[in-house]
């Protein structure tokens, strides 16, 4: 007997191209940033400390827009809150020459993708039945990671073609205002809020126990001392004309394809 899988629901492929496009901006210009930020002499530390205020930005708006979003019913809105903020931040770098200007557009970044995450995973469940669940998550991983394959691939072959200059890392960097101009328009004219929005089961107010306050702050804390794989790799090459080919791209594209197929895995 043959088993009948339920069909990817068209909001969730919208969703799920719109992740495509936005991480292919965010992985077009990730792996240029330690290059990029070694040029304008900032030192490891400073390279460290920028990565660390994005991942600590996207973690604590990450909690609070899933919060808020239960709130409002509003989904489709805090996921283009969030996509706007990511969009507009990352071809700026282009204009950027000081490690404060980069710093704030990072940090602006990473809020972005905090806004965005909890209230676009929950639009993924509004959006199709809870018997596939597992399949439509898989979908949507499959394709957003496609981004992370293409992204460094693209940025990389840029940088084999043209010296890599800062002219040149600020040309990635404007590049990154396509696809970030895709997933807004895919979100504003293709993207469906859900009649029915499943109800929050839990009370934001008094209800969470201390204990989850300590984890949230630590997490936190933990988060602005992590130092990115790609940033590590990518400014210790400090001295090299190709130091973001060396690492930062083979890495990030390895890992995008490893959870491409993972994700593909899942979603059968």
């Known amino acids: 007997m043959e088993i009948r899988r339920p069909k990817i629901p068209s909001n969730v492929i919208t969703i799920a191209f719109v992740a495509l496009a936005s991480g292919f901006g965010q992985d077009l210009i990730t792996p240029a940033i330690p290059a990029f930020l070694t040029l304008l002499n900032v030192s490891h ?5 920028i990565d660390g205020m994005l991942q600590g930005a996207t973690s604590i708006f990450r909690f609070i827009s899933g919060i808020v979003s239960d709130h409002f019913k509003r989904r489709k809105f805090f996921v283009f809150i969030g996509y706007a903020l990511s969009s507009v931040a990352r071809p700026f770098l282009a204009l950027t ?3 404060t200007s980069v710093a704030i557009l990072r940090v602006i970044d ?3 993708k905090g806004t965005k995450d909890a209230p676009r ?3 993924i469940a509004d959006s199709s039945e809870k018997s596939a669940s597992g399949r439509v998550f898989g979908f949507h991983r499959v394709i957003d990671t496609a981004g992370s394959v293409l992204g460094p691939l693209v940025a990389a072959a840029l940088l084999i073609f043209l010296t890599p200059t800062l002219h ?8 990154a205002a396509i696809p970030g101009a ?16 499943q109800e929050a089961r839990v009370s934001y107010d ?7 306050w300590v984890f949230t702050a630590g997490t936190t804390i933990a988060m602005l001392t992590k130092v990115n794989d790609s940033l590590f790799f ?9 130091a973001c080919l060396d690492t930062g791209f083979v890495r990030r594209f390895h890992v995008g394809l490893r959870c491409s197929l993972v994700s593909d895995w899942g979603a059968q």
């Open 206 to 212: 008094k209800h969470f126990p201390w204990q989850f």
């Open 168 to 175: 040149t890392y600020r040309l990635i960097f404007a590049l």
């Open 182 to 197: 895709i997933a807004l328009i895919l979100i504003l004219f293709a993207m469906k809020e859900p009649k029915t929005i």
């Open 121 to 123: 995973d929950a639009l």
């Open 234 to 242: 990518g400014s210790r090459q400090r001295h090299r004309n190709f």
């Open 97 to 99: 020459s000081t490690f």
């Open 110 to 112: 990473g809020v972005g």
């Open 45 to 49: 530390a400073g390279i460290g400390a």
